[in-house]
């Protein structure tokens, strides 16, 4: 009785110096076996119980250095350069929407004219999302994410019977749509070491989400969707959460998978067909279809390094339609210079590598899934409009994000950004319970001293 006051004792003083709470059920868990392993030591050698373990808590050593370095073990991982990446993207936004208003000033455009009053106004709501987000404990999906999922449904619902349709498609449906992403990945989880079982119902689960996004409708949206459930659904294979042959597990996932984007592609609209003849044929139609991707590849190639440039004698904004939404980067290309537009790229494309380098070595096995879908649906928003705007006429996933309008879009990248970097930031906080994984353990006792890894959170297989 008197040992186990003096071990609580113990683990009582390390934990008070350990701010993140809840690591300390884990850390008083692991401590104690140390302990019972070095009293078990004592007792084979004919030592009382007390005194047992009295000697095993003294060898553990100090409890406040232990405390102290458990602490620096378990403190959230701040990225100081992402989230810098992050706040002057958001100036460049503010920048491109001041572009905008200038523009309007002078042409006359009352929409223009309001941009970027307009961004003042919803740039704080953005960041008020973003850190939200970033503060989110995102283990909560994983535990509930069957209530996500049903709430999710009802939400799809209600914006069904409520949201105004606008040229023939729902208004707020898109971004609601998107939240699946985050959900699925807790599914996916959920659904671990049920064999082909588990991936044929992660197949079905994502049923629901494709029917509501085909009668939004949005093409894109059913394809951003479908391909980055997919890139979860394939992780999790690959990574073993399935506990089965890696082959079999992948045919189950792309053979209906293919034939589904096949009866997609059978229901397009004639506008959208227009759109997929112009991809395979670049150079047709100038004054069609083709008439678009021309003038962008017209303002790539005339760009100068500074400056704006105009197009038989006219400036951009009577030609490009809609140049503060799907076509900004190109409109930045052709107003400031290709000098700053890919200044601006090359920050998206850092923020980029470092969201992948977050997510390739992500050792919780949940966290790299949320980590996944987040980045793949920036990615492809980023890489579609990229091809989009330098006139390589494709399916656009969203628009350029920081670069265009849009409070919707805004918000929704920014809560993004703050998930996977809430993952990033726990990284030394939540424990993998996922048997497949390499579990990394902060706390060794070798030799009779206490070895505590004071790692920077990236794990490696051993």
């Known amino acids: 009785m008197k ?27 692991e401590l104690r076996a140390h302990i019972d392993d070095q009293k078990q030591a004592y007792r084979a050698k004919g030592i009382s119980e007390e005194e047992a373990a009295a000697k095993a808590i003294e060898q553990m050593g100090d409890p406040l250095q232990i405390g102290k370095e458990l602490n620096e073990a ?22 491109m929407q001041y572009v905008f208003t200038m523009v ?31 503060f989110f404990d995102y283990t909560l999906i994983k535990k509930h994410a069957w209530k996500c999922y049903m709430a999710y449904l009802l939400v799809m619902a209600v914006i069904f019977g ?49 029917v509501f996004t085909i009668l939004i409708p949005s093409a894109s949206t059913v394809l951003l969707i479908i391909c980055t459930c997919l890139a979860i659904l394939t992780s999790a294979i690959k990574k073993g959460y399935f506990s089965c042959n890696i082959i079999v597990g992948l045919a189950i996932v792309y053979v209906p998978a293919i034939m589904t984007i096949m009866l997609l592609l059978l229901t397009l609209r004639s506008y959208q ?9 670049q150079y047709a139609d100038p004054m069609g279809a083709g008439y678009l991707p ?14 704006e440039i105009l197009i038989e004698n006219q400036p951009l904004e009577q030609l490009m339609p809609a140049p503060h939404v799907d076509l900004s980067f190109a409109f930045m290309i052709g107003k400031l210079g290709y ?7 090359a920050l998206i494309f850092f923020l980029l590598y470092k969201l992948y380098r977050f997510t390739k070595h992500q050792r919780n096995s949940f966290g790299r899934l949320v980590s996944l ?5 920036i990615f492809m928003q980023v890489i579609s409009a990229l091809l989009f705007n330098t006139g390589v006429y494709t399916i656009v996933f969203g628009i350029p994000p920081f670069l265009s309008y849009g409070a919707k879009q805004f918000a929704f990248t920014m809560g993004l950004l703050g998930l996977i970097l809430s993952v990033r930031r726990r990284t030394n906080i939540v424990e993998d319970t996922f048997t497949k994984t390499h579990r990394t353990t902060f706390i060794t006792f070798e030799q009779g001293k206490i070895i505590i890894d004071r790692g920077s959170g990236l794990s490696k297989k051993p």
């Open 3 to 29: 040992g186990n006051h003096h071990e609580n004792t113990f683990l009582d003083a390390v934990c008070s110096l350990i701010k993140v709470k809840a690591v300390h059920k884990n850390i008083r868990k």
């Open 294 to 307: 021309e003038l962008l590849r017209t303002i790539v190639t005339n760009a100068k390094p500074f400056g």
């Open 273 to 281: 067909t227009a759109r997929l003849v112009s991809m395979l044929t």
């Open 373 to 377: 879908g987040g980045l793949c649906i």
């Open 339 to 345: 000098i700053p537009a890919l200044a601006a790229v």
């Open 104 to 134: 309007g000033t002078h042409s006359g455009d009352d929409l223009l004219m309001s941009l970027f009053r307009n961004f003042l106004l919803y740039a704080p709501i953005g960041v008020l999302v973003f850190t939200v987000a970033y």
């Open 74 to 95: 378990h403190k959230p991982l701040v990225e100081w350069p992402v989230l810098f990446t992050i706040a002057i993207l958001t100036v460049v936004s503010g920048v």
């Open 162 to 210: 409520t949201s105004p349709a606008i040229n023939g498609a729902l208004a707020d449906a898109k971004y609601a749509a998107l939240l699946f992403v985050p959900v699925y990945a807790g599914l996916v989880y959920d659904f671990r070491n049920k064999g082909y079982s588990g991936i044929i119902f992660s197949g079905i689960v994502l049923v629901p989400a494709v």
